[in-house]
């Protein structure tokens, strides 16, 4: 198939909003935020010219705004929001409502730390506090995954065997606020692959009334629950047939990990979001100087890809995980359901947990350089949390 | 009761596809006082019908025909709002065997 | 076209609220629901209904039991305005594009309790009402929070017992007028708001009618007895209401677009007391050494609050603020 797409000088909230044009949502209920507010407002400008065809519910907040999306998606239409940090955390009571009444809702989430203090900079403390919530949790590395990974999300959640909600995550003014390089599908490629909505039990069908969100009692939520379970069991195989449709139109290839430099590395990181470019960076710069690192980057995030990391960590000697969110009482959150997926492993690594770039604190390649020179050293403690960046 | 389903059986999401089930669920047993009703007495005015809460007043064409014994509660308010006395309640004993 | 109840009768299809649910025998909560059902019903309209939390939500819908045979969805306690917007938008939009059939008209009914409304859901209603949504909000007003057994609500009146404002020894209740809803409503200047008691039914539903016709949001605040919680006769629940409005607790009127209009004017008035001593969650009340005093400040306040209506009503006569 030929592949037919425009490059565009765009931030990652534009980004999103193309991609949002493209697949045309039916409904969108969404409250201002900081840094998710320019998504809103780029796609907002395209259904005022006319470019999408998308009714826009101006919510009093994020807790309606998802609320309403959960009304229209419940009605049987393509229903989508976005937002970041504390309006995330509003709508907290409402995301679980979502995944558990299995409507099929993207929403690109811009990461920003949880108040207090209130801090408008990027972190993952946001999205990792809706990590049980039963949302598929994809994570974009720049603009051009943002927009890649919401068109696929579209696909994903709205799939037969999936029906379940999907984050995409960017991070807070890192990518979303910066200009890169995109390329954008060209519209009608881009809509036949989303495709047309495909309701299910929709409200507006009044010949077949349904009833959403019944009691249960003590005799079947378990038994409810249990579904959802299985329906993220669902998800990696309908990933990995839409991932290779997308590739066939974009020439990209998405993955739930990305390896980077990973066949003999020694010592590999592991991340989530933008800094995933910047490691990238370091890898090549420590690769020149003959070290034998690598990154294992995190593009599925839940449901959370075990089997990769057990045949990809297996046997490294030294693992180092970056957070950018605290678990406060525990472990690291991504530094933890990685240790716990090696427990089985042959031949266990070394490994290392550090908490970086909580409140927007920068990430540099010095601080890559000084966690990959400690697992390069063997100078890991398995409990002990290090932090990049902190003063002391 | 129904026999529990497993999880493999039920809609996803927690949905309820057949709508107005609730009528398998018989809540005539909660009854205290029972409504008995005297046909020679009634005049199809519909009030008993219109407000009844548990939908347990029959009428057909608009013609009363009884009350639904099987989901009746005996709230007695068909016999308070009667305009003709054609509803008395009487306790619910009376009519076990 | 009010509802001639005997024609209704011939030609009603099939109850969309059925037989089956778990509510209290008595219970007013499900005649209101089931009147509006007939309403939209006589009316022609499909209905879809969204419901809040509360004693309604709950005992209708048992998984696996469901007494509604109209689309119907539940989502949270304080967003059902929020909920019913997505519907009725995803409507509007559908039906545009052309992937819903615009034969049958759909109405859209948000039933809520005093606890989804006054309290945690009056953010989610005000938003839905100034967006201009086109729904009927019917609020099921039994003064408190009484699914979970009780607690008082910003709906309760003063010197009623609840759990979480008992009338004890050293303070008498709650203390707080209950909030004046259809006020706040009215506020919003684009609505149709009423007060509606299911002891006067053919009022209310004739609200019901007014409201499902008028183009955007309506509002219709219904006094709902708990016959549980009032402690008052299983078949009590009419008559208290008719009492509610004989006394002036719960003057029945509506306010369309800022046009003020009482719908009852009892010939003759009820002194409150009788309200008030008819109910058993005001007997501990009545014990209480400040009762009188309670009473008396009760009796002025829906004195003062008539005067005040028929005053409202006089000025805004022939004047509305909106179209």
């Known amino acids: 198939m030929q592949v037919k797409q425009k490059k565009m000088a765009i931030t990652g909230s534009e980004a999103a909003a193309h991609a949002m044009r493209q697949i045309e949502p039916d409904v969108v209920a969404a409250y201002p935020i900081t840094p998710q507010s320019p998504i809103v407002e780029t796609f907002a400008k395209f259904v005022a010219d006319g470019l999408v065809d998308t009714e826009m519910i101006p919510v009093e907040s994020e807790h309606s705004a998802m609320s309403a999306v959960v009304g229209a998606a419940a009605a049987g239409a393509r229903a989508m929001t976005a937002t970041s940090a504390n309006g995330l955390a509003l709508m907290h009571e409402i995301v679980y409502i979502a995944a558990s009444l299995r409507l099929p809702i993207v929403m690109p989430i811009v990461n920003r730390a949880l108040s207090a203090p209130i801090n408008i900079h990027c972190d993952h403390s946001d999205t990792m506090a809706e990590r049980d919530s039963g949302w598929i949790q994809l994570f974009a590395e720049n603009a051009q995954e943002v927009y890649d990974l919401i068109l696929i999300a579209a696909r994903l959640s709205e799939h037969d065997d999936v029906r379940l909600p999907v984050m995409v995550n960017q991070d807070g003014f890192i990518i979303s606020h910066g200009v890169e390089v995109v390329e954008i599908l060209d519209d009608e490629i881009a809509k036949k692959f989303v495709g047309e909505h495909k309701a299910m039990y929709p409200l507006l069908d009044v010949e077949n009334p349904v009833t959403y969100g019944p009691l249960d009692l003590y005799d079947y939520y378990f038994e409810h629950k249990r579904q959802q379970i299985e329906a993220m069991k669902h998800v990696r195989k309908v990933f990995d047939e839409i991932v290779k449709e997308y590739e066939e139109i974009s020439g990209r290839r998405y993955d739930v990990v990305e390896p980077y430099r990973l066949d003999d590395a020694e010592c590999v990181m592991v991340a989530l979001g933008s800094s995933n470019g910047t490691i990238k960076y370091v890898v090549d710069k420590m690769r020149e100087e003959g070290h034998k690192v690598g990154l294992l980057k995190v593009t599925m995030f839940r449901p959370f890809p075990k089997d990769k990391f057990q045949t990809l960590l297996n046997g490294r000697k030294a693992v180092v995980v970056l957070d950018r969110s605290a678990s406060f009482g525990a472990e690291a959150p991504l530094y933890s359901e990685i240790k716990s997926a090696l427990y089985e492993v042959a031949v266990r690594p070394l490994m290392g947990s550090y908490v970086y770039g909580l409140g927007g604190r920068d990430l540099t390649p010095e601080m890559i350089r000084k966690a990959f020179e400690d697992a390069l050293t063997g100078d890991l403690i398995a409990d002990e949390e290090r932090y990049l960046g902190l003063r002391e | ?97 | ?323």
């Open chain 3, 1 to 323: 076209m009010p509802l001639n109840l005997v024609n209704f009768a011939k030609v009603h299809k099939e109850d969309l609220l059925t037989s089956g649910h778990r509510l209290c025998p008595g219970c007013a909560a499900p005649m209101i629901a089931k009147l509006a059902l007939f309403v939209a019903e006589n009316l022609g309209y499909d209905v879809v209904v969204a419901n809040a939390t509360g004693c309604l939500e709950v005992s209708t819908t048992i998984f696996p039991f469901t007494a509604w045979k109209v689309p119907w969805i539940h989502n949270a306690f304080e967003n059902v305005a929020a909920t019913i917007s997505g519907v009725e938008t995803a409507y509007r939009v559908l039906r545009r594009k052309g992937r819903i059939k615009p034969d049958k008209e759909i109405k859209f009914i948000a039933f809520a309790g005093d606890g989804g409304t006054y309290d945690i859901g009056l953010q989610s209603l005000s938003g839905a009402v100034e967006r201009g949504h086109d729904f009927l909000y019917i609020l099921y007003d039994n003064e408190g929070y009484m699914n979970t057994g009780n607690q008082r609500s910003g709906s309760t009146p003063p010197g009623s017992y609840t759990t979480t404002a008992p009338v004890g020894k050293k303070i008498p209740g709650k203390l707080q007028l209950k909030k004046n809803i259809v006020e706040i409503m009215a506020g919003h200047e684009n609505i149709y708001a009423a007060t509606a008691a299911i002891g006067e039914f053919m009022d209310y539903m004739n609200k019901v009618e007014k409201a499902l016709k008028f183009k955007g949001p309506s509002f219709i605040a219904v006094l709902s007895p708990c016959i549980r919680f009032w402690r008052i006769p299983d078949d009590s629940a009419l008559d208290i209401t008719k009492l509610a409005v004989e006394t002036k607790y719960w003057p029945l009127y509506e306010v369309d677009r800022g046009v003020y209009r009482i719908t009852k004017k009892p010939r003759q008035f009820k002194p409150i007391k009788e309200f008030i001593e008819a109910q058993g969650r005001f007997r501990t009340l009545l014990k209480h050494p400040m009762a009188s005093e309670i009473i008396d400040e009760l009796q002025e306040y829906v004195d003062r609050r008539w005067e005040r209506l028929l005053i409202l009503e006089e000025a805004t006569k022939d004047k509305p603020i909106t179209k």
């Open chain 2, 1 to 97: 009761m129904a026999k529990l389903k497993g999880w493999r059986e039920l809609p996803i999401g927690g949905l309820i596809v057949d709508a107005g089930n609730a009528m398998e669920y018989k809540t005539g047993s909660w009854r205290v006082m029972r409504p008995v009703y005297t046909r020679e007495k009634c005049i199809d005015c519909m009030l008993c019908w219109l407000i009844c809460p548990d939908m347990s007043i029959i009428q057909k064409d608009g013609k009363m025909i009884g009350i639904n014994y099987d989901y009746c509660k005996g709230c007695g308010l068909c016999a308070k709002i009667c305009p003709k006395n054609a509803i008395e309640m009487k306790p619910e004993t009376e009519f076990q065997e």
